[in-house]
T-cell receptor, first 111, second 113 residues
């Protein structure tokens, strides 16, 4: 069955380190999104992509970057991890720009 | 951007009763709405959607109602079960070329035995 996966599921890192979170979908969806979810803020959009080589900044993009070299993957990189980036990260994808399907999430702790 | 909000942050219902979760939206240009369910430790799961040219849509044990006049969306769950305990949140799409969703903060539904 087609699906969307994220790895790792849990990550502990130190302040200042570079961290990359992986997202892989097998639906052949053009649109992919990265969100962070924090108590009191709900889901906030970090970056998104509408196709290969296309990337766009979302509401809370500072300190994050993405690249889209193929349809299936949209890795999220924290250039220099900060404690404020401790959060749960969700990747999502959609085909028609409407219904988004989410991955299981990555819990990131920055010490 | 526009906010999608929820009237109640928590809702407790007895097992077997019906649940109603509400959502208010402020962007009159939104033409597509989705309800998601999120269980503890998991990603949001699609439940049901509705377009702005409809005022009601039914799924399996769930019904979504849309009132465009007052910009209100509700999710009704019939015969609520323990497995329905989760956070529910709505999302809206502003239509046209927009492919992004704006999410509400969620309502925690607790089903009491």
């Amino acid at each position: 069955d087609a699906e969307i996966t994220q790895s790792p599921r849990h990550k502990i890192t130190e302040t200042g380190r570079q961290v990359t979170l992986a997202c892989h979908q097998t639906w052949n969806h053009n649109n992919m999104f990265w969100y962070r979810q924090d108590l009191g803020h709900g889901l906030r959009l970090i970056h998104y992509s509408y196709g290969v080589q296309d990337t766009n900044k979302g509401e809370v993009s500072d300190g994050y970057s993405v690249s889209r070299s193929n349809t299936e993957d949209l890795p999220l990189t924290l250039e220099s991890a900060a404690s404020s980036q401790t959060s749960v990260y969700f990747c999502a994808s959609s085909s028609n720009g409407e219904t988004q399907y989410f991955g299981p999430g990555t819990r990131l702790l920055v010490l | 951007g526009e906010n999608v909000g929820l009237h109640l942050p928590t809702l407790s219902v007895q097992e077997g009763d019906n649940s109603i979760i509400n959502c208010a939206y402020s962007n009159s240009a939104s033409d597509y709405f989705i309800w998601y369910k999120q269980e503890s430790g998991k990603g949001p799961q699609f439940i049901i959607d509705i377009r702005s040219n409809m005022d009601k849509r039914q799924g399996q044990r769930v019904t979504v109602l849309l009132n465009k006049t007052v910009k209100h969306l509700s999710l009704q769950i019939a015969a609520t079960q323990p497995g329905d305990s989760a956070v529910y949140f709505c999302a809206e799409n502003m239509g046209g070329s927009a492919r992004q969703l704006t999410f509400g903060s969620g309502t925690q539904l607790t089903v009491l035995p």
